[in-house]
């Protein structure tokens, strides 16, 4: 149930089978209860638990405001192996992502990140990136007339919290919505002329061994209307395709 009363929709299921669960996370939806995220009524354990008709367990998480794939075990001995796996560093996470500025085609982070409380003891990081495509926008933010943002696609190597945020807030190369980690003048700037009122962080592909069967299972989230409307306004190919958007485009 919703805070206000209403059945939630069910979760857009990506896999199903008799070991494993995937399914598209909205972005604002929390996985689970913490206290991080205050006193919601809607997590997206409950819902599962409910939509499956039986128990669940978290393999991973995702962030509050990202969206996209999450995968959940239907036992602990399969929870179990996934984990094996996570910790193995064998399983293969993609994200796309705005961000401001155009970052080099591509590169890479490799800078040790705490956990949640910034004084804590730091472990060692490392995120890849691909530049997709590129924009420049005609709307001036303080002496700059022109603001620049890019279409990135994201493998972070090791699984920190806040990874992929904090290490491109580190580049100086934010993610757009980040309220945390990012710009609040560019945040603005995509609300009010972009209708966008969320992280631009999407958890796209999955890639991992069944633990069953032992066969590659690539499992892939598509993104939504919001993130469709805005790869149309700036010209950006879909994902799924190679090329540069025209970094001369006008979005207006």
């Known amino acids: 149930m919703s805070a206000g009363g209403g059945v939630e929709a069910p979760l857009p299921v990506l896999y199903s089978d008799d070991h494993l669960l995937a399914v598209d996370k909205p972005a604002a939806l929390a996985v689970h209860r913490s206290r991080l995220v205050g006193s919601d009524s809607d997590y997206l354990i409950d819902r599962l638990r409910a939509q499956a008709g039986g128990p669940v367990q978290l393999v991973h998480r995702l962030d509050r405001a990202t969206s996209g794939i999450v995968l959940v075990a239907r036992n602990a001995e399969i929870a179990a192996d996934l984990g094996r796996q996570l910790m193995a560093r064998s399983v293969e996470k993609r994200y796309l992502a705005v961000c401001r500025g155009w970052p080099e085609t591509t590169g890479q982070v490799d800078y040790p990140l705490p956990g949640v409380r910034e004084s804590g003891p730091r472990k060692p990081a490392l995120t890849r990136w691909q530049r997709l495509a590129t924009v420049e926008v005609p709307i001036a933010i303080s002496r700059y007339p022109c603001q620049r943002y890019a279409l990135v696609e994201i493998v972070p190597e090791t699984g920190r919290y806040r990874q992929i945020r904090r290490h491109f807030s580190h580049i100086h190369h934010p993610l757009i919505g980040d309220t945390s980690h990012g710009r609040g003048e560019h945040n603005r700037l995509f609300r ?61």
């Open 192 to 252: 009010e002329h972009f209708q966008s009122h969320r992280l631009l962080l999407h958890a796209w592909r999955l890639r991992l061994r069944h633990p069953v069967g032992g066969h590659p299972l690539e499992l892939h989230a598509p993104l939504d209307a919001g993130w469709l409307r805005l790869l149309d306004r700036f010209g950006w190919p879909s994902p799924d395709t190679s090329g540069q958007a025209d970094a001369g485009a006008d979005p207006r």
